[in-house]
């Protein structure tokens, strides 16, 4: 949620935002519609791209309700879908600083 608040500073900068969630695509569009984010929210079957992306929360194995938890951060892909920037931390308790993505998302616009 606090990346609504942030949304328009990435937009500022040309930068897509979307959020993405082992939530079914009901539940995610119940969501999306209840709290009217500007940006999408993306479904990951099966936790398949955290796995490959190296953020999936490995403390609930295969077939616990709560399998396919990411850890929270974000992650910034280039205009070819490129992964340049991993912000995860381990947990759930702290999240990654935005003041530190926009940064980064700054940077690499500039390249």
Do not use: C
Not at 76 to 92: C, E, P, Q
């Amino acid at each position: 949620m606090e990346l609504a608040s942030w949304q328009k500073q990435f937009d500022g900068l040309g930068v897509n935002v979307a959020g993405m969630t082992y939530d079914s695509v009901v539940d995610l569009k119940a969501f999306h519609d209840k709290v009217s984010l500007g940006y999408p929210l993306l479904h990951d079957e099966a936790a398949a791209h955290v796995t490959a992306l190296g953020i999936l929360n490995e403390e609930y194995p295969e077939g616990h309700r709560a399998f396919g938890i990411l850890h929270p951060g974000a992650l910034l892909l280039d205009a070819n879908g490129v992964v340049r920037g991993k912000f995860a931390i381990a947990g759930y308790k702290e999240r990654p600083s935005f003041e530190v993505m926009l940064q980064a998302a700054s940077e690499l616009v500039q390249k």
